[in-house]
């Protein structure tokens, strides 16, 4: 069957989006390829079809077993043969799953990364066909990635351990010059067809506030927003339960998720926010991974994240309906200092591309340009000719003026007085006060 036919017949949408289609056939001309769209642009689609057409089994492997287990359910229930191995099987599991395997029961098996290099699974791969092996948030090979995972770097020598050489395909939304650059290397991609979407997102509102009093902003903003479903993402676990504390008792409908949360806790309050039974989700950034809710209005962040990667894709969960939807940040200083400390509780490998990614955040949040243009430089796309009529600060009706002759004076005056006297000094001197 040919892939329009396939796209309908199990998930049943009529037409493929731009760059599904041309990855797709890639693929089926038996090119590597590395496929960068942003979160929620489609890429399953993009292995899952050549997969079903493909002779032999793709291997699918993704950083996360909750992401995994609701792909492989969602396959199942299209009725596409896929199955999961993971750390969670029991033995009697794995041996059936591997028979079935062993007959070609299946067309898509997703694999763990931890689960690359056991025995087991190295014996299994060399006796089945693999026609591909898809990795999916590949970003994760890379310390300079946002996420790595060394378990990715694995992938590699499992794939060199087979008789065959499948076709190797990499996905992820991140396409900064140096994760990209590893992501061929460490996988060791072949001539990739190459392919990045535009990482735009024009129905997104980007704005950055600075107020003096973020819960004030923020029930404000809500007092306008009000029934519409929304996230707002905060840095700490505690800063989630004080928040959505704060916001219930001022009668607020909100619920809660982070990783200190039972799991029964986690899931039902997932729940109640994916069936819009409680329009708004306060969490830490362990909340989103895999979330595909189309109708989030807003998405704000309480505190200033780390870096772009992960702000872009925590903001990018608004507005997958492709209606419009805000992302708004509340900075404050304090919110640097809170991620340095963060970094500096880390580990040594990689702080200093940590403190890097951290200065283009705050440049982000006090840069007086178009937040459009400056997202997508970030991530290596060239800005925008003109203002994006969608942001923040294209949309402000601040005037800028240059005051560099005033600083001048300013900080003159300053040091002729011995950088001994406060501000009202300062300011009496400059205007000639007459006082003694
Ligand atoms: P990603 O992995 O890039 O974040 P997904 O593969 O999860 O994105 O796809 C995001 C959503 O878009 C899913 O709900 C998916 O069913 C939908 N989708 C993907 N391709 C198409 C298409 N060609 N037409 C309509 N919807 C699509």
């Not at 002779?55 to 009725?79: A, F, N």
Request: charged share 25%; with cysteine; net charge negative.
């Amino acid at each position: 069957m040919d892939p329009v036919s396939l796209l309908k017949k199990y998930y049943g949408y009529d037409s493929f989006r731009k760059g599904q289609r041309e990855i797709i056939d890639a693929i089926l001309c038996g090119r590597d390829v590395l496929g960068i769209m942003p979160t929620g642009g489609g890429k399953s689609i993009c292995y899952q079809i050549p997969a079903l057409i493909l002779e032999g089994v793709t291997l699918v492997i993704s950083p996360l077993i909750s992401l995994m287990k609701d792909q492989v359910d969602t396959l199942k229930e299209y009725g596409i043969a896929a199955e999961l191995i993971n750390s969670t099987l029991s033995n009697q599991e794995f041996r059936e799953i591997i028979e079935c395997a062993r007959n070609g029961q299946y067309k898509l098996l997703y694999v763990a990364p931890e689960r690359l290099e056991t025995d087991s699974f190295i014996q299994l791969a060399q006796e089945i066909p693999i026609s591909m092996v898809a990795v999916d948030e590949a970003h994760c090979v890379s310390q300079w990635g946002h996420d790595f995972r060394p378990s990715y770097r694995r992938i590699y020598s499992m794939i060199e351990r087979l008789p065959k050489r499948p076709i190797v395909t990499a996905f992820t939304a991140t396409a900064t010059m140096q994760v990209k650059a590893d992501i061929v290397q460490l996988l060791d991609l072949y001539q990739p067809f190459e392919y990045v979407s535009s990482f735009d997102r024009s129905n997104l509102y980007f704005e950055v506030r600075k107020p003096n009093n973020k819960l004030q902003e923020v029930q404000a903003y809500l007092s306008e927003h009000r029934g519409e479903s929304g996230i707002i993402y905060c840095a700490t676990r505690k800063n989630v339960d004080e928040l959505c504390e704060r916001l219930n008792y001022l009668g607020v409908v909100a619920t809660k998720y982070h990783a200190g949360l039972s799991d029964e806790e986690r899931t039902q309050n997932q729940e109640s926010f994916l069936l819009d039974e409680v329009p708004l989700i306060i969490a830490t950034n362990a909340f989103g991974m895999g979330i595909d809710k189309p109708n989030v209005r807003f998405v704000i962040h309480y505190n200033m994240p780390k870096n772009m990667e992960g702000y872009y894709q925590e903001a990018g969960r608004a507005g997958r309906d492709g209606d419009n939807a805000e992302c708004i940040l509340l900075f404050s200083t304090q919110d640097i200092m809170t991620n340095r400390y963060l970094i500096e509780k880390g580990s040594d490998s990689g702080r200093m591309v940590e403190y890097e990614k951290l200065n283009s955040m705050v440049d982000y949040c006090n840069t007086g340009g178009c937040l459009r243009s400056f997202i997508l430089k970030y991530f290596g796309e060239g800005g925008l000719e003109k203002s994006c009529d969608n942001c923040g600060n294209c949309n402000s009706d601040i005037e800028e003026t240059d005051i560099t002759i005033e600083a001048q004076k300013i900080l003159s005056c300053v040091k002729r007085m011995h950088e001994k006297f406060g501000a009202t000094q300062v300011a009496d001197v400059l205007k000639g006060a007459n006082t003694q």
